[in-house]
């Protein structure tokens, strides 16, 4: 696994655990606001000199695309949660596009525009993923990191964390952390909503990067520690090794392995709140085949998308298959985060 100059995730942005801005396209005027909203995030971001406007870009041109093209759409942005940059997904629910390749040529057009955008985009973004499928829709995550900086958007680890329809205070949020250990994934969902489950979110994660290379049921000690006068939270965690995967995890924050072929296990939190009556915790490990994905996410993504998915779902990159999660299964009146981690591919 890559790691930056320090061997950890990034700035102390990430520890701030900002929730996913969510800007639903179901009018041509939400085109204008995923613009400004990408050229706030980048500047807020950090990012240098004529970034934040690109980034603009890059949100108008995907938001027209599921203006023009699709049904059920969003744009999703927020500051990469393990590294310095931004990170602009849309998701829609259909028709797909029929040949994604020719479409990222420039001057490709089916409605007698200019035909620049997929082109665009991948001119300006650091990285770009696309997955497309007739009658299911089409996901596209386009990462925007500054100089030297590639790597952060090159990992293959995605999350997102969207708020209760009509909160403005999100009690859901997600981390990661590089260590000589490995890769460290953390999703905390604060009881209740609101701001007093946002604050024991927020108290989760900065517990959590203090010093994140700890043994899971250390880390779950020192948050239940940090939590005592909060809401509480449940919290799962997942580290990733050569060969196996260490979950441990309180309350309802699930974990699934997947393969490109089939769901391998679900396993749930011990029962208990963290802050309040949390049971000792302990780690279950998991063998898993190189290249299987290990999902974390709350209660507010259905549990029901683990039963019988569609293959299409199961052979997503991480920062894809999250983003599907939670536009596909959220539950609207309630928090809802996904994280997805690639594990290590073995040398042959």
């Keep these: 696994?890559?790691?930056?100059?320090?061997?950890?995730?990034?700035?102390?942005?990430?520890?701030?655990?900002?929730?996913?801005?969510?800007?639903?396209?179901?009018?041509?005027?939400?085109?204008?606001?995923?613009?400004?909203?990408?050229?706030?995030?980048?500047?807020?971001?950090?990012?240098?000199?004529?970034?934040?406007?690109?980034?603009?870009?890059?949100?108008?041109?995907?938001?027209?695309?599921?203006?023009?093209?699709?049904?059920g759409g969003s744009v999703y942005l927020q500051a990469l949660t393990h590294g310095e940059g931004l990170e602009i997904t849309a998701v829609d629910r259909g028709p797909g596009m029929r040949e994604p390749e020719r479409c990222l040529t420039d001057g490709y057009t089916t409605t007698n525009t200019l035909g620049a955008g997929l082109g665009a985009i991948r001119r300006i973004a650091t990285t770009l993923t696309i997955r497309t499928r007739a009658g299911t829709g089409t996901l596209v995550c386009a990462r925007l990191a500054p100089p030297g900086r590639t790597a952060d958007a090159e990992r293959p680890l995605g999350s997102l964390c969207l708020p209760a329809e009509g909160e403005r205070h999100c009690g859901d949020a997600a981390s990661f952390a590089l260590t000589d250990r490995g890769l460290t994934a953390l999703a905390v969902d604060g009881l209740g909503h609101g701001a007093e489950a946002e604050e024991a979110a927020r108290a989760a994660v900065r517990c959590f990067h203090r010093g994140p290379d700890a043994d899971l049921p250390d880390l779950l000690t020192a948050a239940n520690r940090a939590l005592r006068h909060s809401r509480g939270a449940a919290i799962g965690l997942l580290r990733l090794r050569d060969t196996a995967v260490d979950y441990c995890g309180v309350g309802n924050v699930r974990a699934v392995l997947l393969s490109p072929d089939d769901v391998g296990r679900r396993l749930s939190g011990q029962p208990g709140v963290v802050g309040w009556n949390m049971p000792p915790p302990q780690v279950r490990r998991l063998s898993v085949p190189a290249g299987a994905t290990a999902v974390l996410h709350t209660d507010g993504v259905d549990q029901r998308w683990s039963r019988d998915p569609e293959p299409f779902l199961l052979r997503l990159p991480p920062p894809l298959l999250a983003a599907a999660l939670v536009h596909g299964f959220r539950r609207s009146r309630d928090d809802a985060t996904a994280v997805a981690v690639k594990t290590p591919q073995r040398p042959r």
Excluded: Q
């Design 1 to 71: 696994m890559t790691t930056g100059p320090s061997g950890h995730p990034g700035p102390a942005r990430a520890v701030l655990a900002e929730p996913t801005r969510a800007v639903p396209i179901d009018h041509f005027s939400a085109v204008h606001l995923a613009a400004a909203t990408a050229r706030t995030l980048a500047r807020r971001c950090g990012l240098p000199g004529a970034l934040p406007d690109r980034a603009a870009v890059v949100a108008s041109e995907l938001a027209s695309n599921i203006a023009k093209h699709a049904t």
